[in-house]
């Protein structure tokens, strides 16, 4: 199913509540973030919501996220809300946290056998720094995509095209998933020991103009941006950012490109609590 209208705006409105609690924390830790890809894109363009996007993104530096990480164990309110990454679910695979909202449920329809927690969630990219150098970067770039495909690899033994391609994913499924996120640590740990000029999360796929990463600039200073009557963080050099990602990104795309995802079940929370 999609969502209409009025589920549409009140799924917004249980983001905007988990955008609100992750500017809290990183505020009172003095921790950077930024509001990230079509999400930016909508403070910038309509001071808040894409009318038609249903979902939420912000992205920080690995050294920023592990320090979000830690002030959460003391500071997120946990009756509201859960910060899920590898080390608090043991389930899950992706290779980026969410911050998901308890007491309800937003499952896609491809994703229904997923078995970890599939609360209304924010996607929280971790940005690391992709190597300089020709060769190191093409490997690095091969790198995140085998490792993209891993992980994926829970949804695509069963949703895939080709019947090879469902056999495929069944076989990546037997490496475990904790060697992946140490394949991972390895790799993203050697990239951040020096500054670079680019950065990328690494196990999401960006278009072919950006596809090993965005410049290291974006990132380096914050400026606050209405969105939807709250001030959130956002990158200084967003007209770069949103320019590589959408091109021209003030000009809305036709209705036929306005993408909406397919939803098996949306549960929102009782009463707001």
Not at 156 to 176: C, D, F, Q, T
Not at 233 to 257: A, F, G, N, R, W
Request: hydrophobic content about 35%; overall charge positive.
């Amino acid at each position: 199913m999609y969502l209409n209208e009025e589920q549409l705006k009140a799924l917004q409105q249980v983001e905007l509540e988990m955008l609100v609690e992750i500017d809290r924390i990183c505020r009172q830790n003095n921790i950077c973030y930024t509001l990230d890809s079509g999400t930016l894109l909508g403070a910038v363009r309509n001071k808040g919501f894409i009318p038609w996007d249903d979902d939420a993104d912000v992205v920080m530096t690995r050294d920023a996220y592990e320090r979000f990480y830690q002030a959460c164990k003391t500071q997120l309110d946990t009756k509201r809300f859960f910060l899920q990454d590898y080390r608090t679910d043991n389930e899950y695979r992706w290779g980026y946290p969410k911050m998901r909202r308890k007491d309800s449920l937003f499952v896609r329809e491809d994703q229904a056998m997923l078995p970890w927690h599939q609360g209304i969630f924010i996607d929280i990219f971790v940005y690391d720094n992709v190597p300089d150098t020709w060769i190191a970067r093409r490997l690095h770039l091969i790198f995140c995509y085998i490792i993209r495909k891993v992980q994926y690899a829970i949804v695509g033994k069963e949703n895939a095209k080709s019947h090879l391609l469902r056999m495929w994913y069944g076989v990546l499924m037997k490496i475990p998933r904790d060697i992946v996120f140490v394949w991972m640590e390895k790799v993203y740990s050697r990239c951040n020991r020096y500054p670079t000029s680019l950065k990328r999360h690494m196990t999401y796929p960006y278009r072919k103009k950006c596809r090993y990463g965005l410049p290291s600039k974006c990132f380096n200073k914050q400026i606050e941006l209405e969105f939807e009557g709250h001030n959130f963080l956002c990158s200084q050099e967003y007209d770069t950012y949103l320019t590589i990602l959408y091109d021209d990104y003030m000009v809305p795309p036709p209705k036929e490109e306005r993408n909406h995802t397919a939803i098996k079940t949306l549960k929102l929370p009782e009463n707001g609590d």
